[in-house]
């Protein structure tokens, strides 16, 4: 099954268009409650905080870390959304809403992930794809996987994606979320260039960031704040690591979204935090891009019920099936000393 799929081979023309018509109020819902919940993390924390002793504390702030960063992936998905015009009927709450509520206060820009992301639905798993740098190399050693994730949690990943981007607002690297980075020339240009072409393409993310800051400090708990870049360095990359092995990583190289693309079951806690707004029914995605979230299980059914696809694996099956490389084995072909 390694040949593009039609969707017409898959479903009816009448179930085409029922899956693919977005609701503007599903995307306000998703969209207003991805920020109720923020600010509730921050309300609890600001509540409760006089009130818990230290080791409480401690775990609270881990909590809310943890949701924030859940809830700073699901902005990530509510732009990607976006950019396949699938959250919003309206064009203006698709495409400026979206961009000012989701993709800027997390450092990112809806027309040009929308450029770079059609790409990778253009070639998904192919040596073309902008994405694959992300989910390469799989399976790998749990020693291995357990050194990234180290990474992520530490911050390293997040410092590193953190000065990826800076580079990129500055024009001296080109626009990726992949992890493969591409040199601009810099062709003579002077300090004062630089100046203008960083704040051309950070303004977003400032104002987003100090409106969310101000609103913070109004409150009367400014310190607040730092939760979100502390999330966004922390538990922000390791939920985005899992959320892109779990889509592609250990699939086929083919022009099929059925064999190069996994759909994975999510439970309450992988929803909250890796897999918001049915982005684990991935597999549906790719065959029909358009297709809105609240969509997707409906999709899915439609499937299984055809026997097009199987009862999908968990996050935690995938983690395993792609950490199951014996260590020693992974050294012999880096080495290129393999049988």
């Not at 410092?159 to 992890?179: H, P, Q, S």
Request: glycine content about 4%; overall charge positive; aromatic content about 10%.
């Amino acid at each position: 099954m390694n040949a593009r799929i039609s969707v017409t081979e898959l479903f009816s023309r009448d179930e085409i268009d029922e899956l693919t018509t977005p609701s503007d109020f599903a995307g306000l819902w998703a969209v207003g409650s991805t920020w109720a919940v923020i600010a509730g993390t921050f309300a609890g924390v600001a509540l409760s905080w006089e009130y818990l002793p230290t080791w409480a504390k401690v775990i609270m702030i881990a909590a809310a870390l943890a949701i924030i960063a859940g809830r700073q992936l699901c902005l990530a998905i509510l732009m990607h959304d976006a950019s396949h015009n699938s959250l919003f009927k309206n064009k203006w709450l698709n495409n400026t809403l979206s961009d000012w509520l989701c993709a800027k206060p997390i450092w990112n820009d809806l027309q040009k992930y929308r450029v770079h992301h059609t790409r990778h639905h253009a070639k998904t798993s192919l040596p073309e794809d902008p994405d694959l740098s992300l989910v390469e190399g799989f399976p790998i050693s749990k020693k291995s996987l357990l050194r990234k994730f180290s990474r992520d949690l530490t911050g390293l990943t997040g410092i590193k994606f953190l000065t990826g981007r800076l580079m990129m607002d500055l024009e001296l690297l080109e626009w990726t979320v992949a992890n493969d980075q591409r040199k601009i020339p810099v062709n003579g240009r002077t300090a004062f260039d630089f100046a203008k072409t960083l704040l051309k393409n950070s303004s977003g993310a400032i104002i987003t960031n100090a409106a969310l800051y101000y609103a913070l400090k109004k409150a009367g708990h400014a310190k607040l704040y730092w939760l979100w870049p502390l999330a966004y360095i922390t538990p922000f990359p390791l939920f985005i690591r899992i959320r892109s092995m779990a889509e592609h990583a250990g699939m086929q190289t083919s022009h099929n979204a059925l064999t190069n693309t996994r759909t994975t079951h999510a439970n309450f806690i992988a929803r909250a935090l890796v897999a918001p707004l049915r982005v684990n029914f991935h597999q549906e995605h790719h065959l029909m891009a358009s297709v809105p979230y609240f969509k997707l299980p409906k999709m899915h059914q439609f499937l299984r019920e055809r026997g097009f696809v199987e009862q999908p694996p968990s996050y935690f099956d995938v983690i395993a099936l792609l950490s199951n490389k014996p260590l020693e084995q992974q050294k012999q072909l880096s080495n290129g000393t393999a049988p």
